[in-house]
């Protein structure tokens, strides 16, 4: 299925520690997003990379590194979590300068718990 | 800096209505706007992305438009069903920043059988 796929889906950690999330998308898109979504349901952008190249950087702890080793994967480690970092982590991807330009298709989501 | 308000946040109807979402933005100098779906507990399905050289855009029982000059546009359900029952958003994106999506809060749907 072509499709944005994240592992894992579930991530329960306590504070303090290092975990990292994976993106891959097989869609033939060359641009990439982080995406994270707060208690309160509201969805923020973190990161995007283009043809690996980070183009968006918003106003992010640097604990959050993100890393795309191509363009069909982007990953996201974050060191020395904490309770505010739970959230549901959502990656996305797009075409740019294609017809339907920047459709965005978005992946299932991983819900991070710190304990 | 780009602003997003959907109204009303949540919406309760019996099945079979027609209903409107509503969606609006501070700044016009949009190139698209991207309509999505979010199941509970699930990602986010696009809907339908509506060119800003378009007023409408249709797809199935859904309609979108959009008003750049007026910072608006709106999601008209027809027959609603209770499978549509998801919170609904609306996002434009910048591109000159990525083409970084600027989420509203959402419309909580629940439509009753």
């Known amino acids: 299925d072509t499709a944005v796929s994240q592992t894992p889906k579930y991530l329960v950690t306590q504070m303090g520690n290092d975990k990292s999330i994976k993106c891959e998308q097989n869609l033939g898109h060359d641009t990439m997003y982080w995406y994270k979504q707060d208690s309160k349901k509201f969805l923020k952008i973190m990161f995007s990379y283009n043809n690996k190249e980070l183009i968006i950087n918003e106003t992010v702890p640097n604990r959050f590194s993100p890393k795309s080793p191509d363009k069909a994967h982007l990953n996201l480690h974050i060191n020395s979590l904490e309770l505010g970092d739970s959230a549901v982590y959502f990656c996305a991807s797009s075409q740019r300068g294609a017809g339907r330009i920047n459709e965005q298709f978005f992946g299932p989501g991983t819900r991070l718990t710190v304990l | 800096k780009q602003e997003v308000t959907q109204i009303p946040a949540a919406l309760s109807v019996p099945e079979g209505e027609n209903l409107v979402l509503n969606c609006s933005f501070t700044?016009?100098?949009?190139?698209?706007l991207q309509w999505f779906r979010q199941d509970p507990g699930k990602g986010l399905t696009s809907l339908l992305l509506i060119q800003s050289s378009q007023r409408e855009q249709t797809s199935g029982r859904l309609n979108a438009s959009l008003d750049k000059s007026s910072g608006r546009s709106t999601l008209y359900i027809a027959a609603s069903q209770p499978g549509d029952s998801a919170t609904y958003l609306c996002a434009p994106p910048i591109y000159n920043q990525g083409g970084k999506l600027i989420f509203g809060q959402g419309t909580e749907l629940s439509v009753k059988p």
């Open positions: 700044d016009s100098a949009i190139y698209n």
